[in-house]
C-alpha cells in the first residue's frame, strides 16, 4: 500500500550526541526521498534530500543513506542541539510525484 | 516572504458550515499540494495540480472537499457541510514542474476545528 513507516516513534537523545532517525518505504520505484523536520503547530521544514542514484548525501550536520535494497532511509544527525527537538518525517516521493509521509518520529533531547 | 502562503491560520466553525481555505504558492511553481495532518501522524495526501490542472485526488477526499485552482497560481480547498472529522491542519504545498530532484516546500499549515 501507499505508505512510508517509521521505525521509532519517539527517540531521545543526550545534547551533544549523533542522532539517527529511521525510516522504510514501500514503493520500490520511487526515486526520490526528502526529510522534513515539523515543529509543534508548524509545517514541514526540509531538511535534505536524497535521490535513488545516490546512497549518501551530506548537509549541514545532518547525513541521509539511502538503501535501496531494503528499501530504508535514515537520517543523522551529528551534535544534536536542542533546537532539533522536533518530529522528523520521511517522505517518499513516488514517480507520478506524489508524496507519502509516514507517521514521524519525535525526537527528544535531554539535556 | 516568498514561501507558501495558507489563509486563514486558524479557523473555528460550526459543525455543518462550510469553509474554505487559501494556497498562494512559491512564484513559478507548476505543482501545488494539499495534505491533511491530525495530531500525531503524517501529513495524507489529499489532492494536487500541475498548473490549473487537478492530477489526483485521494479517495479520503470526499464529495463534500473540493479543490481549485483556476490560473494555475493559488489554490483553494473548500469543505462543505463541515464535520467534526474535519478537524485538522490542511497543510499546501508547492513544487517547480514534474520531475525527480525538485524540492517540495509546505506552507505553515490552516487549522481547522469544527465545534
Known amino acids: 500500500g501507499e505508505s512510508v513507516g517509521l521505525h521509532l516513534p519517539t527517540l531521545s537523545v543526550q545534547e551533544g550526541d549523533n542522532s539517527i532517525i529511521n525510516c522504510a518505504y514501500s514503493?520500490?520505484?520511487?526515486?526520490?526521498f526528502i526529510w522534513y523536520k515539523q515543529e509543534s503547530g508548524k509545517g514541514p521544514q526540509f531538511i535534505i534530500d536524497?535521490?535513488?542514484?545516490?546512497d549518501k548525501r551530506q548537509g549541514q550536520r545532518v547525513t541521509v543513506l539511502l538503501n535501496k535494497t531494503v528499501k530504508h532511509l535514515s537520517l543523522q544527525i551529528a551534535a544534536t542541539q536542542p533546537g532539533d527537538s522536533a518530529v522528523y518525517f520521511c517522505?517518499?516521493?513516488?514517480?507520478?510525484?506524489?508524496?507519502?509521509f509516514g507517521k514521524g518520529t519525535r525526537l527528544h533531547i535531554l539535556p | 516572504d516568498t514561501g507558501v502562503s495558507q489563509d486563514p491560520r486558524h479557523k473555528i466553525t460550526k459543525r455543518g458550515q462550510n469553509v474554505t481555505f487559501r494556497c498562494d504558492p512559491i512564484?513559478?511553481?507548476?505543482?501545488l499540494y494539499w495534505y491533511r495532518q491530525t495530531l500525531g501522524q503524517g501529513p495524507e495526501f489529499l489532492t494536487y495540480?500541475?498548473?490549473?490542472?487537478?492530477?489526483?485526488k485521494s479517495r479520503l477526499l470526499s464529495d463534500r472537499f473540493s479543490a481549485e485552482r483556476p490560473k494555475g497560481s493559488f489554490s483553494t480547498l473548500e469543505i462543505q457541510r463541515t464535520e467534526q472529522g474535519d478537524s485538522a491542519m490542511y497543510l499546501c504545498?508547492?513544487?517547480?514542474?514534474?520531475?525527480?530532484?525538485?524540492?517540495?516546500?509546505f506552507g505553515e499549515g490552516s487549522w481547522l476545528t469544527v465545534v
Open positions: 517522505a517518499e516521493i513516488y514517480p507520478n510525484d506524489k508524496i507519502i
Open positions: 514503493n520500490s520505484a520511487s526515486d526520490y
Open positions: 536524497i535521490r535513488s542514484n545516490m
Open positions: 512564484s513559478e511553481h507548476n505543482r
Open positions: 504545498a508547492s513544487s517547480l514542474s514534474a520531475g525527480s530532484g525538485n524540492t517540495i516546500y
Open positions: 495540480f500541475q498548473n490549473e490542472a487537478q492530477l489526483e
